[in-house]
């Protein structure tokens, strides 16, 4: 079993291999700011994490992060929304809660070759009117999944 605390890769962050902090185990790719790459969930929110490797295969891990949510000063926001997120003026947004995110992963070989599969999620929870009496508190469900396999060279 593993405790981490500080600031490192949300468990929403694909893994190649188990679940580990580690960026070379970490799915991000080549470019010179994964931020930019469509589709790939990128962040190093601060964070508790718990990881238990219940055997070779299967590893499990749940974390409790930061919820900050964080824009750019280029996007422009609507009035009632200027003061609900953070956009580098603001020293904190209306978060309910901490991001609970937990992650499940399997490793195996097959064929000789490795193959990794995962699935994480988290519930969101944020305040949209902190000042109003009927403060609404939006809840959704985010999962994501990656498999990763190990495909064999061709020759040309």
């Keep these: 079993m593993e405790v981490l605390g500080g600031q490192t890769w949300t468990l929403l962050t694909p893994n190649r291999v188990g679940i580990t902090p580690v960026s070379s185990n970490v799915f991000v790719t080549l470019g010179e700011d994964s931020n930019y790459m469509t589709g790939l969930i990128w962040g190093r929110p601060g964070q508790?994490?718990?990881?238990?490797?219940?055997?070779?295969?299967?590893?499990?891990?749940?974390?409790?992060?930061?919820?900050?949510?964080?824009?750019?000063?280029?996007?422009?926001?609507?009035?009632?929304?200027?003061?609900?997120?953070?956009?580098?003026?603001?020293?904190?947004?209306?978060?309910?809660?901490?991001?609970?995110?937990?992650?499940?992963?399997?490793?195996?070989?097959?064929?000789?070759?490795?193959?990794?599969?995962?699935?994480?999620?988290?519930?969101?929870?944020?305040?949209?009117?902190?000042?109003?009496?009927?403060?609404?508190?939006?809840?959704a469900w985010a999962a994501t999944s990656t498999p990763a396999w190990n495909w064999p060279r061709t020759s040309a």
């Design 48 to 139: 508790i994490r718990v990881t238990y490797h219940a055997d070779k295969n299967w590893t499990i891990a749940a974390a409790v992060e930061n919820p900050e949510q964080f824009v750019t000063t280029g996007v422009t926001l609507p009035v009632f929304a200027a003061t609900q997120v953070d956009n580098g003026a603001l020293s904190s947004t209306p978060n309910v809660r901490p991001d609970i995110t937990a992650k499940i992963a399997y490793d195996t070989q097959v064929s000789g070759k490795a193959l990794h599969f995962e699935l994480a999620a988290f519930p969101a929870s944020s305040a949209s009117h902190p000042r109003r009496a009927n403060t609404s508190t939006p809840k």
